[in-house]
């Protein structure tokens, strides 16, 4: 049974979960993860939560994004924790990429929020990252991370 929200419009919630973890080492360049992707229909809007497990083995930090089917608007946010600990939120329209600081060995989520406006072209929302400053060490998306789906129309 599809889910009402207070507008009285109908929602569908799915999820996609890593189920092995993905490793990036001294490049900057965004790839697609391997596993969180998702099909998206034609005219529709999503909300799309993603919750990145991460972890880097050098002072790094990681880039997300994302690419999605032509004529789709995609807005983007990020909520996370500075290195000293205290909330903070980043908000961007930028669909290129959100950074998040990574300390050497310090393991974090990233909660990434997309906001897509598909236009008349089916195709995939497909999550990229990627190191946000390049060093010869492991940056590690970690099992268990995911994207949760909700169709908003």
């Known amino acids: ?10 929602s569908i919630n799915d999820a996609v979960v890593k189920t092995a973890d993905e490793i990036i ?4 360049t965004l790839q697609n993860d391997d596993e969180l992707k998702y099909a998206l229909e034609a005219s ?3 909300v799309i939560e993603a919750y990145i497990y991460c972890v880097a083995a050098g002072d790094t930090g990681i ?18 924790t500075q290195t000293s600990g205290s909330s903070v939120v980043v908000q961007s329209d930028e669909t290129v990429n959100i950074q998040a600081r990574l300390d050497n060995a310090e393991t974090k989520i ?3 929020t997309f906001l897509l406006l598909n236009g008349v ?24 991370s995911a994207i949760i789906i909700t169709k908003l129309s």
């Open 63 to 80: 880039k997300i994004g994302a690419s999605v089917p032509a004529g789709c608007t995609i807005r983007m946010n990020r909520v996370g």
């Open 110 to 112: 990233v909660k990434v």
């Open 44 to 46: 529709t809007v999503y």
């Open 1 to 10: 049974m599809p889910l009402i929200n207070p507008s009285g419009a109908t």
């Open 121 to 144: 072209t089916a195709g995939n929302f497909q999550l990229k990252w990627a190191q946000a400053t390049a060093v010869v060490a492991n940056t590690t998306v970690k099992i268990g």
């Open 25 to 28: 080492n001294n490049s900057t």
